[in-house]
Structure formats: structure tokens, C-alpha cells
């Protein structure tokens, strides 16, 4: 097969669909596209119905969304499996992910752009190990724009991110819950552990958030499923937005 993924640096979506290749041992070219107009036209020309990434070529076919993409695979290559063959258990490891993809993902996507709006100083750092044709350097000097549309495009305003961070907690009790009931970590990763573990360490890539997560049992499974994700970003939230993650620390330690 003739597969190409095109990704954009730190894109936790696009972590999701690099996981899952991997997880099938299907070799593939890595793309990594610039965010901004460069992204828009290249996807254009390759004739991808939208402008995000992750976006899938494989042998001519293409695929958009972490969701669409992981489906696929395992259309495409059934064994490893993403996804189990029991149709109970498929069901509820496909609501996980649905959860994963339409509102964790989200979640993560509007904190992150706000945090770049604050300050984007360590923006570089999430290009580690890309290869965007151009230096990184010569790359970030658009990224005022960029960030600004983006934060526009994912609706992070300060009231938005503000109540995510209020709704992370509970979040975080939702994902060790069902890791307590097996349907995440288990002994073979699955695709809602795929979704949602990228999400989570892109999260965990704020030094805001990190310690409210990486302790519990959603943390482990982050760190499990993604050992190594590029970024970090140095404190930057206002603290009275954090309360209710410092509430939660002790308990999850």
C-alpha cells in the first residue's frame, strides 16, 4: 500500500491517526503541513473534501478525521484490531471514542489555542521532530494570524476555556471510571485509548494542567499510549481558573 498521512505538528488528532498505523505496523510517509493558508491549499490540491488533518491517502483513497480514519484501518487491515469483535463491548469502546473525538478533543483544541493566544513563545517546541520543508524558525513567523484564526475557528474565548477547565475534572473521573471497568488500558490498546490518550497529553504538554493529570490512572494511560509528545507550554492560565484542578490533585495522587 502506498499511504501517506498529512499531519500538522502537535496535532493531537493527527497523534491519534500515527498511533493507530503504528498499532497496524502499516508503513507510512508522515506529511507535515504548516497551519494557516499553506495547509488550506495543499489539502485542496490533493483533492481532501476539507482543509483538517489528520487526512489519510492510502493507495488513492482518502480519509479526513481521526475517527473516519481509525474505522478504516481496520476496515482496510483488520488485524491488530482497533476495535473488539464482541458487539457489546464494540459498542461501548466506540461511544468512548466518539466521546474522545467530539468532546475531549474539542476541549483540548480550545485550551491549547487560548494558552498560544497568551503566549506564544514555546510554539516552536511543538514542532519537534516535523519536517516542514522550511526552518521552524522561518515557519513561526506567520503564527500570530495562524493562532489568531485558529483560536477564532475553535471558539476559544477566556469564558469557554475558562469552563472546560471547570469540566476537566469530571472529565478525568469519566476516564479512570472506564479504565476501572475495563474498557480502557487494557492489555491491548483499543481505539477510544487511541483518542483519548492524545488528547490527554496534549493537555499534559500545559505545565498548568499536567499535575492534575499525570498521577491518575487517565494520566498512566496517557503516558502509556503516547510516551513522548512534543511541546510544553509554561504556565500561562489565570489561577482562579485552576481551582477546581488544584481541588482535584490530592485525591488523585
Known amino acids: 500500500m502506498d499511504v501517506r498521512l498529512y499531519v500538522i505538528p502537535g496535532s493531537h488528532p493527527s497523534w491519534t491517526a ?20 499553506a495547509k488550506r491549499l495543499t489539502l485542496k490540491l490533493l483533492r481532501f473534501p ?24 481496520d476496515r482496510l487491515q483488520p488485524e491488530p484490531a ?9 459498542t461501548s469502546v466506540e461511544q468512548a471514542e466518539r466521546w474522545g473525538d467530539e468532546d475531549l478533543q474539542p476541549m483540548a483544541r ?12 514555546a510554539l516552536g517546541s511543538f514542532t519537534e521532530g516535523a519536517n516542514l520543508g522550511i526552518p521552524t524558525s522561518v515557519a513561526l513567523l506567520g503564527a ?20 472546560d477547565l471547570a469540566a476537566l475534572p469530571g472529565a478525568l473521573q469519566r476516564i479512570d ?6 474498557l480502557l488500558d487494557g492489555d491491548v490498546l483499543n481505539a477510544a485509548d487511541l483518542q483519548i490518550a492524545t488528547c490527554l497529553r496534549l493537555a499534559m504538554s500545559m505545565e498548568d494542567l499536567r499535575p492534575a493529570i499525570e498521577n491518575r490512572p487517565a494520566g498512566r494511560l496517557a503516558l502509556r499510549a503516547v510516551p ?19 481541588r482535584e490533585e490530592p485525591a488523585s495522587a
Do not use: C
Request: hydrophobic share 40%; net charge neutral; aromatic share 10%.
Open 18 to 37: 500515527r498511533l493507530a498505523l503504528e498499532h497496524k505496523g502499516i508503513d507510512y510517509k508522515r506529511v507535515d503541513l504548516i497551519p494557516g493558508p
Open 82 to 90: 482497533l476495535y473488539p469483535p464482541d458487539a457489546d463491548l464494540r
Open 50 to 73: 476539507r482543509d483538517t488533518v489528520p487526512a489519510l491517502k492510502v493507495d488513492g483513497l482518502r480519509f479526513q478525521g481521526s475517527t473516519e480514519i481509525l474505522h478504516e484501518l
Open 228 to 246: 513522548e509528545f512534543p511541546g510544553l507550554l509554561p504556565p500561562i492560565f489565570p489561577s482562579a481558573w485552576l481551582e477546581p484542578l488544584r
Open 110 to 121: 480550545r485550551m491549547i489555542w487560548n494558552a498560544f493566544g497568551r503566549d506564544r513563545s
Open 144 to 163: 500570530a494570524p495562524v493562532i489568531y484564526l485558529s483560536k477564532r475557528r475553535a471558539d476559544a474565548t477566556d469564558e469557554n476555556v475558562a469552563r
Open 177 to 182: 471510571d472506564w479504565i476501572a471497568d475495563g
